[in-house]
């Protein structure tokens, strides 16, 4: 029974189009990330939600939005895809800010 | 800004042999460290963490190293084992920053 889970696995999609990855994680923690990691390897925080609530949102384009319809879900969701977003997404919750557990990402290219 | 540093993106290791992975941080204001370890398609799964109250955990064969004064931390895997091949992070968080950095990851190959 996975942990942390993210769907799709992989996403090829082309650019303009919207697209949303979803996350759901079972472990009943409060809190739950959304990372990108890029092309030069840095896994960078975009978003933070505790209990449904927006705590952390880095400089990400607007074109990025995150939705929690509970605290056990962390979607996000992304509009006019650009080459640039290319990346391995991953989700992760989190009881306190050190016992993140990590999906298994979702590689999204864009073509 | 990297306030994370893996200055090594690759290490060679044979097997029975002792790894060590390195990693600086810029941010005085860190006082959580970790380890995470992350197979290809899988995500990261954290390994071994410390505290900026200590300057040693260990845990099996891992071993985190915190240098405080010198803003460098170092994970030590004895012996190591060909199932150790992977791509390892080094991650902290504390002061006004609520969640993890991570470095850019180092990847460890052991030869058998």
């Known amino acids: 029974d996975t942990a942390v889970s993210q769907t799709p696995k992989y996403l090829v999609t082309q650019m303009g189009n919207d697209k949303s990855i979803k996350c759901e994680q079972n472990?009943?923690?409060?809190?739950m990330y959304w990372y990108k990691q890029d092309s030069k390897k840095f896994l960078k925080i975009m978003f933070s939600?505790?209990?449904?609530?927006?705590?952390i949102n880095e400089t990400v384009p607007n074109r990025f939005s995150p939705k929690s319809p509970d605290k056990a879900h962390l979607n996000l969701h992304i509009n006019s895809l650009e080459l640039g977003d290319s990346a391995v997404y991953f989700c992760?919750?989190?009881?306190?800010?050190?016992?993140?557990?990590f999906g298994s990402g979702t590689r999204l290219t864009v073509v | 800004d990297q306030q994370v540093k893996q200055n090594s993106p690759s290490l060679s290791v044979q097997e029975g042999r002792i790894s060590i992975l390195n990693c600086d941080y810029t941010?005085?204001?860190?006082?959580?460290f970790l380890w995470y370890k992350k197979y290809p398609a899988e995500g990261p799964t954290f390994l071994i963490s410390?505290?900026?109250?200590?300057d040693k955990n260990e845990d099996g064969r891992f071993t985190v190293f915190l240098n405080k004064s010198a803003k460098h931390l170092s994970l030590h895997i004895v012996p190591s084992q060909p199932g150790d091949s992977a791509v390892y992070f080094c991650?902290?968080?504390?002061?006004?920053?609520?969640?993890?950095?991570f470095g850019k990851g180092t990847k460890l190959s052991v030869k058998p």
């Open positions: 992760a919750s989190s009881e306190a800010y050190y016992g993140y557990t």
């Open positions: 472990l009943g923690h409060d809190t």
């Open positions: 939600y505790n209990n449904k609530e927006l705590i």
């Open positions: 941010n005085s204001m860190f006082d959580y």
């Open positions: 410390i505290s900026s109250i200590k």
């Open positions: 991650a902290a968080s504390g002061g006004s920053q609520g969640n993890l950095i």
